[in-house]
């Protein structure tokens, strides 16, 4: 019997001469073999296009549960609504909010501030465009989504520790650029059937480890 903890033995005595021991070892979940720490682990790739459709699915760690082809699409297609649905949900503050708070330095009674054009609004970074959810973390796993330009979707399940989130998306999307969007057989918003993109990243990623 194997418990969760710090690596020990310990020795238990009952009555009637019966014993049993238990070995501390670390258990990670839903995996029934011990994952080393050392390593953060990348459970799985997902692509959605622009209409929430699933059009590439790769797992790569074994030991996790298996999902159908229809639970695929049902969490792809469940994604993007959610998505859209942070995305208009990003909060617009009033811009004369913002203009005709008093400037600091000025003294009692007196006012800096600026009104703005009737109907103004600005968002709370005006740098950064609107985005929909960018990650989602659990006990268990950390959901990271990328959205290019065009709308298409990466989501990056990872182990909650991993770090460097931002540079295996990086190589994912360089990946799927390289093998991808320049194979002149390739459809766009099709599902991906390209050999070669399998086989570069499923390389990548063993390197990793």
Not at 37 to 63: C, D, M, P
Not at 92 to 107: K, L, V, W
Request: aromatic letters at 12%; charged letters at 15%; hydrophobic letters at 40%.
């Amino acid at each position: 019997m194997y418990v969760a903890g710090k690596k020990q033995t310990q020795k238990f005595l009952f009555p009637h001469h019966l014993s049993f021991i238990l070995h501390a070892r670390p258990l990670r979940f839903p995996f029934d073999s011990p994952v080393s720490t050392a390593i953060r682990v990348v459970y799985s790739l997902i692509i959605i296009n622009k209409a929430g459709g699933l059009i590439y699915q790769r797992e790569f760690h074994a030991g996790l549960q298996q999902l159908s082809t229809n639970d695929f699409l049902v969490l792809a297609g469940t994604f993007h609504g959610v998505h859209a649905i942070t995305h208009s949900l990003t909060p617009q503050i009033p811009a004369s909010a913002a203009s005709t708070a008093p400037s600091i330095g000025t003294t009692a009674g007196t006012s800096t501030s600026t009104t703005a054009p009737s109907g103004a609004w600005t968002l709370p970074n005006p740098s950064l465009p609107k985005t929909g959810i960018e990650v989602l973390e659990t006990d268990r796993f950390r959901l990271t989504c990328f959205q290019t330009l065009t709308g298409t979707k990466f989501l990056l399940f990872t182990d909650p520790p991993t770090a460097n989130i931002d540079v295996i998306m990086r190589k994912v999307y360089e990946l799927y650029a390289d093998y991808v969007m320049k194979n002149p057989f390739y459809q766009l918003e099709m599902p991906v059937r390209c050999e070669a993109f399998d086989r570069h990243l499923a390389t990548w990623m063993r390197g990793r480890t």
